[in-house]
């Protein structure tokens, strides 16, 4: 169960590493197409979950016992690697302009992943149910997201 629940959260981290584009950095005055937002916000999440995976194995290596000592410390895990993952994809999803008409929507589950990572972050993987994490990979997934939210 351990196992299940530490790879979807380095899949989620990993998702909001690979990311949506760009760093942030040259987001769009003007409020961006439906396809736009979705090319830019699948390559945030896919940088970002890159990013996670690598940190991810990177904290494994801690521990001498392997995949069984990690899974001892999932929360651990979840709060080092997967917290900031979800931070960053939450804030460079953030950064985007989705098109008007569906700004609503997109306002609603960018705010379930940052809820998440505040939830995660304090809660530990026993608050997953009511973090607002599985709400956000249903709503972006509706949007068109495959990348967003990944092992969720």
């Not at 940052?114 to 026993?126: M, P």
């Not at 608050?127 to 599985?134: E, I, W």
């Amino acid at each position: 169960m351990y196992r299940w629940i530490l790879a979807m959260g380095i899949g989620m981290a990993t998702c909001f590493a690979v990311g949506c584009g760009s760093s942030g950095s040259d987001t769009a005055s003007a409020p961006l197409t439906k396809p736009q937002y979705v090319k830019q916000a699948e390559a945030i999440c896919t940088r970002i979950n890159k990013e996670a995976e690598k940190a991810a194995a990177a904290w494994k290596k801690k521990f001498p016992g392997g995949i069984a000592e990690a899974e001892e410390h999932a929360d651990d895990g979840l709060k080092e690697v997967v917290v900031p993952s979800i931070e960053r994809e939450a804030e460079e999803l953030e950064a985007l302009e989705p098109p008007a008409k569906d700004k609503v929507v997109v306002d609603r589950f960018v705010a379930n992943l940052s809820q998440a990572s505040e939830v995660l972050g304090q809660g530990g993987l026993k608050a997953l149910p009511k973090s607002g994490a599985l709400e956000f990979k249903q709503e972006a997934t509706e949007y068109g997201l495959k990348s967003c939210g990944g092992a969720l």
